[in-house]
């Protein structure tokens, strides 16, 4: 296999071209923004500028993809924590019990990842990156219905293999689109806005937590926020809001908004610790209308044509699963070379990645449902679902085999089957009936 081309140069395109690297002679990367110098925020990601979490599966599929990646980060400021230890979570009405599990996890800002990242990219001599590039259409062949290649606005590029990896707003959507080609999707309007800002906090104030989670208890409560320590002694606070529980000109005003935005938690943990702050960005606003899950595992694509990250699944970022899924979804490509195929198959890529997606999707809109104003098409069985998990959230708060079985499951690390042995479920009762943990 000669060429591969990669549209879109975030986190799911270099994991694409990490893995494709292996395969095949030359890999271009084309990027829509330009070099950044170090680790800052891009145009194409306003995204980075908020909270965002690598869960367990996702730290160490990042490490078997790029070995001692995990070290670079630590050596250049992110924060090492003990998941059950540092993390401080007020959910469902109830603080999480703690205790030494023995996991580990990372801090760091979204920038920060990437950059890293992409240094071990510009490291794979048979990868090339290319910024300032915008694809406008693809090359088609319509008689051996295959992707052949892209054109942009300076020329074309053939290939063997494109990749679609630019989004939610993707290439392939539109595309797919102006030949009255319907993609069969799942979309649940959440209507989630994000507000996040940095701040330098009183060190010799001891802290026994690294990152403090203060979550709604649904439906009553609509806003949550979360304070992490990231590389550079900063804190990051994210404060997301369901269905407009955010007055976005409120907030924007100035550092105060914000500040007064974090006394509505649920708790004011957050609040105390800012409200005396030194503020060193300025205040990001994002919103996330729908998330969307395009099922391109049910219909008949060109040949030649692979798509990845969120231009298959935006999922709700509130439970930090994006960049993991990206991951795993890398994983999962990396398997498939591993055959020795000569050519690619890209349904059979697309059917294992909605086998990823599938569980955690499903998982995460059971949550979104709790609010009534939140649409689309529900999960067959909602009401036990979201009896059950509220158990388990809540026994989370007192009975330490339950958490890590719950940490598990949010990490990615183990299917949500495991939360229904019977242990567990023994404890689900007791709880019901008798009150006992």
């Known amino acids: 296999m000669e060429k591969a081309i990669i549209i879109g140069g975030g986190i799911s395109g270099k994991l694409a071209a990490r893995v494709l690297s292996d395969v095949y002679k030359e890999v271009i990367i084309l990027e829509r923004d330009s070099q950044s110098e170090g680790p800052s925020s891009r145009k194409g990601a306003p995204q980075g500028e908020h909270l965002h979490a690598l869960l367990h599966a996702g730290e160490h599929g990042l490490e078997e993809l790029f070995p001692g990646i995990t070290e670079k980060f630590y050596d250049s400021g992110a924060v090492k924590i003990n998941s059950t230890m540092d993390l401080s979570w007020f959910h469902h009405g109830a603080w999480k019990i703690r205790y030494d599990a023995g996991y580990r996890t990372t801090l760091q800002t979204r920038p920060h990842l990437e950059w890293h990242i992409e240094q071990y990219i510009k ?19 319509e008689e051996e219905n295959r992707i052949t290649g892209v054109r942009l606005q300076t020329g074309t590029i053939l290939a063997d293999l494109v990749v679609d990896a630019s ?33 330098e906090l009183d060190e010799s104030y001891q802290r026994n937590w690294k990152i403090k989670m203060v ?71 994002y919103r996330i209308p729908h998330i969307i899950w395009k099922r391109f595992d049910k219909m008949e694509l060109p040949k030649g044509l692979l798509l990845i990250g969120d231009t298959i699944c935006r999922i709700d970022p509130v ?21 020795g195929a000569r050519q690619i198959d890209s349904a059979a890529f697309h059917k294992k990645a909605a086998k990823t997606i599938s569980p955690i999707w499903n998982m995460v809109i059971t949550e979104d449902f709790r609010y009534s104003a939140t649409t689309g098409k529900m999960p067959i069985g ?16 007192q009975n330490k085999e339950v958490y890590d ?18 242990r567990i479920i023994k404890s689900v009762l007791l709880h019901t009936f008798f009150k006992k943990p």
């Not at 939610?168 to 309007?189: A, D, F, M, N, Q």
């Not at 976005?248 to 708790?267: A, T």
């Open 167 to 199: 989004g939610v707003s993707s290439l392939i959507s539109k595309w797919l689109g102006k030949r009255g080609t319907h993609i069969p999707k799942e979309k649940i309007e959440i209507n989630l806005s994000y507000i996040s800002k940095q701040f």
């Open 405 to 422: 079985a719950f940490v598990k499951v949010m990490n990615l690390v183990r299917p949500i089957s495991s939360l229904m042995t019977p």
């Open 382 to 397: 909602l009401f036990i679902q979201q009896w059950y998990a509220k158990k388990i959230f809540l026994l989370s708060s």
């Open 319 to 339: 439970f930090g699963q994006g960049m993991s899924i990206a991951i795993l979804e890398a994983l999962t490509l990396k398997k498939l070379l591993q055959t």
């Open 215 to 285: 979550y709604p208890n649904p439906p009553q409560e609509k806003m949550g926020g979360t304070i992490s320590k990231v590389e550079g002694n900063r804190y990051i606070v994210t404060i997301m809001g369901y269905h407009k529980a955010v007055d976005e000109k409120e907030v924007l005003e100035d550092d105060n908004g914000f500040i007064e935005l974090s006394r509505k938690l649920p708790r004011l943990d957050i609040f105390q610790e800012i409200e005396h702050g030194t503020p060193l960005t300025k205040t990001s606003f």
């Open 123 to 141: 490291r794979i001599q048979n990868v090339v990156l290319h910024y300032n590039q915008v694809v406008e259409d693809f090359l088609y062949n």
